[in-house]
């Protein structure tokens, strides 16, 4: 448990100090360019270098496969609620639609803290209010009742590289090899929107 605490600390230090680097390291790109050529760093040269960063990811993802340990079928994990879900398909969000058809609420929300104490305790710690949600097809060694026809939402698992994984899960490893190339993207992704709307405002 203290080992996951201090990591967590460390990823948001890590994302400070990348964030300011390559913030620092973009404007100083930009102020190099002329008005006319602004767009096309932030939409091309910023795009390849995130799309670069992206496909190590991908890459170094198959060195590492599912244990079986079951913490993603009991323990789905969202920052939207139940309702909030069923909004936002009901406004076409695919990604919503497909989790609310994988993945039930619980309805005693003391059972996810009894299955998974520490890493429940973990999370409410890291300030972030997110809402728990099991597969009804999992099975009792870990297996899914419906593996041929799983959705892509577990057939990707997991495809967020930045979320908080369960201590069991053997793409922990992953996590922790892509750490600073995700942090990266993320860093990249974030401050090239903030430069398009200044570009838009006719502030660069």
């Known amino acids: ?10 990823l948001i230090q890590q994302h400070r100090e990348i964030f300011v680097a390559v913030l620092n390291a973009m404007q100083g790109e930009i102020n190099a360019l002329k008005h006319d050529e602004i767009k096309h760093y ?4 910023v795009e390849k270098h995130i799309q670069f960063q ?15 340990c079951g913490a993603c079928c009991r323990l789905s ?11 936002k398909a009901s406004r076409g969000d695919n990604f919503a639609k497909e ?18 104490p520490l890493y429940i305790q ?14 009804k097809k999992v099975n009792a060694d870990n297996k899914c009742s419906d593996y041929e026809k799983r959705p892509s939402i577990c057939r990707d698992y997991p495809d967020n590289p930045i979320q908080l994984l369960h201590p069991t899960c ?35």
Request: one cysteine or more; proline letters at 3%; a neutral charge.
């Open 54 to 68: 992206r496909n190590l990811v991908v890459e170094k993802r198959k060195n590492f496969s599912c244990g079986k």
């Open 122 to 135: 973990l999370l409410r710690e890291s300030g972030e209010k997110v809402y728990f949600y099991y597969c």
């Open 77 to 87: 994990i969202s920052e939207y609620s139940p309702a909030q879900l069923l909004e």
């Open 99 to 116: 989790f609310i058809s994988t993945f039930s609420p619980y309805e005693d929300e003391k059972e996810p803290e009894k299955l998974f």
């Open 170 to 204: 053997n793409f922990i490893g992953w996590h922790e090899s892509i750490q600073k190339i995700v942090l990266t993207i993320k860093a990249m992704t974030e401050i090239r929107e903030h430069f398009r709307k200044e570009l838009e405002k006719g502030n660069l």
């Open 42 to 45: 932030l939409d091309v040269e």
């Open 1 to 10: 448990m203290d080992k996951l605490k201090e990591h967590y600390k460390q």
